[in-house]
Every structure is written in structure tokens, then in C-alpha cells.
């Protein structure tokens, strides 16, 4: 894995999202996820400091594919989980969370890689 530019710190989850148009759909989630993926999309090599189960469901495996993503081996099962209701013109309501294996991203589970970044988030 080469050296990242930028580590962040957060989770990826596997969200359900209740659309506008009565669709229901399961979707990657979760802000370091996102950010991680931003900061690949504009050049970055970048890395994600998150729960990682050992394996991978489809929804996140290609977002796995484009980051360096390290963490605490945990079944797919404790993943972070968000239920969110999107009404249209902005306005969504969160229905549900389970925050799963977030509590194991403890300064001591943190990899020295993570630290060894120009930038950590």
C-alpha cells in the first residue's frame, strides 16, 4: 500500500434510504467514508481509519477498491447502519441508526500508518 496523502478517521455504513419516489434502496454510507472518497476523486491517495469487515458486502466493495482502508476486523453484521427517510426539496428524516463497531476506533487500535500521513481528518 503506498503511504496515503491523507487518513481520515470515521466509518463506512450500510445504510437504507427510503426515497421520494417510494423506492427503497441500500446504499455505502457514512461521512469518512464519503470523505474518503472525495479526496481520492480529486487526486489524493487516500486511507480510511474505520471498522473494515472482513467481508466485504457488495455495496461497499468497489469504494473498498479506492481507498486504503485499514481498521478493526469486524463481521459485516456490525457495520454501522442508517435508516433515512427522503421526503424531496431537502428534507429527510433519520428513522433509525445502529452505530455497530464504531466504538473500536480507539487510540490504541490506531495503526502507525495513520499518523505517518501529511493529513489526518
Not at 481520515?8 to 421520494?20: K, Q
Not at 431537502?90 to 495513520?114: I, K, N, R, Y
Amino acid at each position: 500500500m503506498k503511504q496515503p496523502d491523507i487518513f481520515v478517521i470515521g466509518t463506512a455504513s450500510l445504510d437504507v434510504l427510503h426515497l421520494a419516489d417510494g423506492r427503497t434502496v441500500r446504499a455505502a454510507g457514512g461521512a469518512g467514508l464519503y470523505t474518503a472518497l472525495a479526496a481520492r476523486k480529486v487526486g489524493a491517495v487516500a486511507g480510511l481509519f474505520a471498522p473494515k469487515p472482513a467481508e466485504l458486502p457488495p455495496a461497499l466493495a468497489g469504494a473498498a477498491r479506492q481507498i486504503a482502508w485499514i481498521g478493526p476486523q469486524i463481521p459485516a453484521a456490525d457495520l454501522p447502519r442508517l435508516e433515512i427517510a427522503h421526503h424531496g426539496q431537502g428534507q429527510a428524516t433519520l428513522l433509525d441508526a445502529s452505530w455497530g463497531a464504531e466504538a473500536q476506533l480507539t487510540p490504541a487500535a490506531m495503526p502507525a500508518v495513520v499518523a505517518q500521513s501529511a493529513w489526518v481528518h
